[in-house]
């Protein structure tokens, strides 16, 4: 069983360069997370989508877009990249909510910002 | 928001001690999570609970909602239980929001 599969695990990027991550669920959940982790602190949430067509935003959303145009996928875009976003990105997902059932973590995703 | 705070940030311990780690938090809820990321990276969920006690092999938590409190035991700790311990809460009570973490406890087992 996969479980949450996130891709890709290591990537370095210029300042200005674009990319993607993907999280993909094979456990059919509605609910679905992105957060960042950062050193001396804790796990912050980025965006959420409550099923599949809709996104809203978490508590650091600034830079970051996402998608949900199929249910299993769960998208995070990084349109111009600046170092400030060098972290270590977790996607999750479950399928009532963060108040009725835990959470189902990815491995994450190591991203460095040059 | 919540705001979620944990102690010790950091504990080394011997083999075999019994190990408690604590979490408060400030706005009233529903449900707390207890969670698990190893040396590697990985994040699992050892618990989640909204009143009472649970317990899992070694592992038990107790949440007080009148005190807002909840604590983290391991019995007959282990090396392999070395990792950081991460309390997390509901953002806004309920509802859809995801989860507002503490900072972690990262926990350290000689033998």
């Known amino acids: 069983n996969a479980g949450v599969t996130q891709t890709p695990k290591f990537r370095v990027l210029k300042t200005g360069q674009s990319m993607t991550l993907l999280c993909a669920q094979d456990m059919n959940h509605e609910y679905m997370y992105w957060y960042r982790q950062d050193p001396g602190m804790g796990l912050r949430l980025i965006h959420y989508s409550v099923g599949e067509g809709t996104t809203a935003k978490g508590e650091v959303p600034d830079g970051y877009n996402v998608s949900r145009l199929k249910k299993q996928n769960f998208l995070l875009g990084l349109e111009s990249a600046a170092p400030s976003q060098t972290s270590v990105y977790f996607c999750?997902?479950?399928?009532?909510?963060?108040?009725?059932?835990?959470?189902?973590f990815g491995d994450g995703t190591r991203l460095s910002i040059l | 928001k919540n705001e979620v705070e944990q102690s010790p940030q950091n504990l080394t311990a011997q083999e075999g001690e019994f190990i408690t780690i604590n979490c408060s938090y400030s706005v009233g809820i529903s449900a707390l999570h207890w969670l698990q990321q190893h040396p590697g990276g990985g994040i699992v969920s050892l618990f989640m609970?909204?009143?009472g006690k649970k317990k899992h092999g070694r592992l038990i938590a107790t949440i007080n909602i009148q005190e807002k409190h909840s604590s983290l035991h391991i019995t007959a700790s282990h090396p392999r239980d070395s990792a950081v311990y991460i309390c997390?809460?509901?953002?806004?009570?309920?509802?859809?929001?995801?989860?507002?973490f503490g900072k972690g406890t990262h926990l350290i087992i000689q033998p």
């Open positions: 999750a997902s479950n399928e009532q909510g963060p108040t009725y059932q835990p959470q189902h």
């Open positions: 997390a809460v509901p953002d806004s009570g309920g509802g859809a929001d995801g989860l507002t």
């Open positions: 609970l909204s009143s």
